[in-house]
Nanobody
Framework: QVQLVESGGGLVQPGGSLRLSCAAS????????MGWYRQAPGNQRELVAD???????NYGDSVQGRFTISMDNAKNTVNLQMNNLKPEDTAVYYC????????????WGQGTQVTVSP
């Protein structure tokens, strides 16, 4: 099993910044990638950004240019720097880890709330 512990959510004003962190532990050999998804009330869970252990990144269209994802392979942590936050960024943010064994397996954190409001 893989455990993911998220931190860094909270309340911020529009235009502000937050940094989310997620640490993976447990059976994390063959880690393929880590990332962040988000889900707002009434919406489906959507990709925010992910990064492979090789450093390849992928961003959702709505956050491109504002958010930056990074990974510390030695510590099995992933960080998401969120700048110029907008009210529509308000959601629960979930950390994801993908382990590659015979197939890719996703693991999820419990989520952290990000609220962008005046």
């Amino acid at each position: 099993q893989v455990q993911l512990v998220e931190s860094g959510g909270g309340l911020v004003q529009p235009g502000g910044s937050l940094r989310l962190s997620c640490a993976a532990s447990g059976s994390i050999f063959n880690l393929y990638s880590m990332g962040w998804y988000r889900q707002a009330p009434g919406n489906q869970r959507e990709l925010v950004a992910d990064i492979t252990t090789g450093g390849t990144t992928n961003y959702g269209d709505s956050v491109q240019g504002r958010f930056t994802i990074s990974m510390d392979n030695a510590k099995n942590t992933v960080n998401l720097q969120m700048n110029n936050l907008k009210p529509e960024d308000t959601a629960v943010y979930y950390c994801e880890a993908v382990i590659e064994r015979l197939a890719k397996i996703q693991f999820w954190g419990q989520g952290t709330q990000v609220t962008v409001s005046p």
